[in-house]
């Protein structure tokens, strides 16, 4: 269905004159839609330059840049849709109006998506600044049921675990950096206070490793050996100081040397569960 939309879209922008080879109110640039083939890695710009391409669908090292030299080795600008859904309105009300909006450096809105554990599911836009309790709260409505929340993964799975009482913090880049957490894609992701967080760990990196592309050896072998070390603490029940130790050099070598934010977010989300849940995971 989104596939369709996307196309009957284009169709509509070609019937209207703004694109296609005899736009009449527009420039005569062809609009493509290429379907993906579902890989979580194709989300980082040079996979997906790739898989356009017919290529393997894995990153590639920069520089070169993709503005540099991107699809079919020419210039590429690569933008998300929801940047494209601010550009009609910045055209409009024009660029300064849209900065007036947000909180320190993170200027605008953010569209973020609420999951299924909340009261009120869905999608949210906000601006900047906003704090967090308030989405989770005000907007979310909280746990469904009543549960009591144990914590927040804002950004998408390959984040880092934020605490009931960091959610004081407010929306924006640097705010969250500095609990060690990340905006990512807006997905905010709540847990109730029956949820293992040995177990959660462990789905983020079978998860990782599943759809690791395999070309760099520190996110191919890491989240491996993460998810290895995992599963034996499965059957347990707890790691052990020697394996949260293991796991704490493994997470390091990734943030710092993957060559994609595939492998460096399964490392800050392994390392931030470590320095947050010790005390559950962790026995010995």
């Given at each position: ?67 540099e ?13 929801e ?32 999951n ?53 913090v ?6 969250l ?5 990340s905006l ?7 847990f ?36 290895e ?56």
């Amino acid at each position: 269905e989104a596939i369709n939309s996307v196309r009957r879209a284009v169709r509509e922008l070609y019937e209207a004159g703004y694109a296609g080879p005899g736009a009449s109110r527009g420039v005569p640039v062809e609009v493509e839609v290429h379907v993906g083939k579902g890989s979580y890695v194709v989300g980082e710009e040079t996979a997906m330059i790739n898989a356009i391409m017919g290529r393997r669908p894995e990153p590639m090292p920069r520089p070169p840049y993709p503005t540099e030299r991107g699809l079919f080795g020419m210039p590429t600008v690569v933008n998300n849709v929801e940047t494209l859904a601010n550009v009609p309105w910045i055209i409009e009300h024009g660029g300064d109006k849209y900065a007036e909006m947000g909180y320190n450096k993170s200027r605008g809105t953010k569209v973020l998506s609420l999951n299924s554990l909340f009261e009120r599911p869905g999608l949210y836009e906000v601006e900047f600044g906003v704090p967090l309790k308030e989405v989770v709260y005000d907007m979310g409505g909280g746990l469904k049921g009543g549960r009591r929340l144990k914590g927040v993964i804002v950004g998408g799975p390959l984040a880092s675990f934020i605490r009931p009482e960091e959610l004081d913090v407010r929306l924006g880049v640097e705010e969250l950096r500095e609990i060690g957490a990340s905006l990512g894609h807006g997905n905010v992701i709540a847990f109730s206070d029956d949820t293992s967080l040995l177990e959660l760990l462990h789905e983020i990196v079978h998860f990782a490793s599943f759809e690791s592309c395999g070309k760099c050896f520190p996110c191919r072998l890491g989240t491996a050996r993460a998810d290895e070390i995992l599963e034996a603490a499965l059957g347990r029940g707890y790691l052990t100081p020697e394996e949260a130790d293991e796991l704490k050099s493994i997470a390091t070598v990734m943030r710092s040397a993957s060559l994609c934010g595939h492998g460096q977010g399964t490392g800050d989300a392994i390392l931030s569960f470590l320095a947050k849940g010790a005390d559950e995971m962790v026995r010995g």
